[in-house]
Nanobody, 128 residues
Framework: QVQLVESGGGLVQAGGSLRLSCAAS????????MAWFRQAPGKEREFVSA????????AYADSVKGRCTISRDNAKNTVYLQMNSLKPEDTAVYYC?????????????????????WGQGTQVTVSS
């Protein structure tokens, strides 16, 4: 069982930055691939970024590539998403997700269905 708690969301002006954090409980964190997804009102949940269990592989949605950086600290059981140059279209609830079977691959999945555990989400609002 893995429990995930996101933090770091908030209201920011366009062009600003935020760093989201996701604290995980459980001893399986170091073996888990981790990802961030987001869901805007009236839209489906979409992939934002993922990082492999080792941290050696990362992936980004085209919409955030070059503006976001995902990282993890296995000693702190925490994954981060640094978001820069934020745009109003980045406004959404951001969810952290864990795939505890992450060691089966050197790359992290970008598919929502791969991830078994989810946090409650943190709201990011970008004003124009």
């Amino acid at each position: 069982q893995v429990q995930l708690v996101e933090s770091g969301g908030g209201l920011v002006q366009a062009g600003g930055s935020l760093r989201l954090s996701c604290a995980a409980s459980g001893r399986t964190f170091s073996s888990a691939a981790m990802a961030w997804f987001r869901q805007a009102p009236g839209k489906e949940r979409e992939f934002v970024s993922a990082i492999s269990w080792s941290g050696g592989s990362t992936a980004y949605a085209d919409s955030v590539k070059g503006r976001c950086t995902i990282s993890r600290d296995n000693a702190k059981n925490t994954v981060y998403l640094q978001m820069n140059s934020l745009k109003p279209e980045d406004t959404a609830v951001y969810y952290c997700a864990a795939d505890p079977s992450g060691r089966r691959s050197v790359v992290a999945s970008t598919h929502l269905g791969t991830y078994r555990y989810w946090g409650q989400g943190t709201q990011v609002t970008v004003s124009s």
